[in-house]
């Protein structure tokens, strides 16, 4: 299990005093409010900065973070993404799971069959579609609806499913 969870991107700075735009990750935006600190996280490195204001403008998180006083310094963070310890994670709901989690869980059939592993999950707006690839690299789009998604067993790392008519 990770350490860490992404809970957005910097996408762009925004004004003159240094903050960021922030393209969340998470279902409830507002879990942002409650964000004393955070790692910014790209290919080079990881740092922890606080911090010191959140605002929110249409559906986008703008974060001033301490240290970062100029739209100079917010450049650089620029498609870094953020991160929290697992720890300071708001608690999920029963039957949820981090995205984090579910990747790399092998899929069964709820007959038996393997049709790969989780390779990544993404949001439609009306429901989670999970990327599942064989061992040949076939992808299989599997919606994250009841009637699909069966078992989610994270001790076991893998997934029941109940193939619909017309999914494969």
Known sequence: MQKRLEV???VNTFGIKGE????????DIKRFDDLKKVYVTSRK???LYKVESVRYHKNMVLLKL???NNPEDAEILKNAYLEINREDAIPLEE???FIADLIG????????KLLGKIEDIFNTGSNDIYVVKD???KQILLPGIKEVIKDVQLENAKIIVHL???LI
């Open 8 to 10: 957005g991107q910097i």
């Open 20 to 27: 960021v735009k922030v393209t969340p990750f998470t279902n």
């Open 45 to 47: 490195d990881s740092k």
């Open 66 to 68: 301490e240290g970062i």
């Open 95 to 97: 039957g949820t799971y």
């Open 105 to 112: 869980l092998e899929v069964h059939t709820d007959e038996g």
């Open 135 to 137: 061992e040949l690299g």
């Open 164 to 166: 619909i008519p017309g």
